[in-house]
């Protein structure tokens, strides 16, 4: 199947710092690529989706200005969390959808904020 | 909020065959049935989806009821790698998916 690689694996970083998360299709070309995010034993919980040369889609509750959406290419979205904080620790995961069925996800990225 | 109803968690031999109910019985004449899986502290993986038809893979097979309102992914013969969160998700093509809580599979040795 399509591969969709994600990096960092994971991160710790400091308060108030941003971290920069990157999604890339390795085989074939996403136009819209969307963004999750899991908390601890709950489900995948939709952020944003992403639109190749425009702007993000950001789902409600998600603040646009605090998780900066950039997808500049066919190939890469990344996803930048600014002046994180211990809250904003999470599992984040994007995905990518070929043809018209199945999306594949990436492998996730665990951010840590202390 | 998810359109599907799962149990919570299940447990199977190894070896056997796991099979994983889910109702949608609110279901729209064009939203498919999706499964995906995914194992702990990794990105969900895709299994199957279908929209009438029974489907196969090289992974598991979706039984669809004539009515469209449950389903049952069939995982032939599960062994321990199989232990994973099973989800079952209705959509419409393209659109997004709305993610439910999933059954727990637990494969014991």
């Known amino acids: 199947g399509a591969v969709v690689s994600q990096h960092p694996s994971w991160v710790i970083c400091k308060s108030g710092t941003s971290v920069k998360i990157e999604c890339r299709s390795l085989d074939f070309q996403a136009t819209t690529m969307f963004w999750y995010r899991q908390f601890p034993k709950q489900s995948l919980m939709l952020m944003a989706t992403s639109n190749e040369g425009s702007k993000a889609t950001y789902e409600q509750g998600v603040e646009k200005d605090k998780f900066l959406i950039n997808h500049a290419s066919l190939t890469l979205s990344t996803l930048t969390v600014t002046s994180a904080h211990p809250e904003d620790s999470s599992f984040y995961i994007c995905?990518?959808?070929?043809?018209?069925?199945?999306?594949?996800f990436g492998e996730g990225s665990r951010l840590t904020v202390l | 909020d998810a359109k599907t109803t799962q149990p919570t968690s299940m447990d199977c031999a190894e070896g056997r065959a796991a099979n994983l109910p889910c109702n949608h019985s609110t279901i729209s004449g064009n939203e498919y049935v999706y499964w995906y899986r995914q194992i702990h502290s990794q990105g969900p993986q895709y299994i199957i989806h279908?929209?009438?038809?029974?489907e196969t893979n090289e992974m598991a097979s979706l039984i669809i009821t004539e009515d469209r309102k449950s389903s049952t992914l069939i995982l032939p013969h599960a062994t321990l790698r199989d232990t994973a969160v099973y989800y079952c998700i209705v959509s419409q093509l393209n659109y997004q998916l709305i993610w439910g809580a999933g059954t727990k599979l637990i494969i014991k040795p």
């Open positions: 279908g929209l009438k038809n029974n």
């Open positions: 995905s990518a959808r070929v043809g018209a069925g199945e999306l594949f």
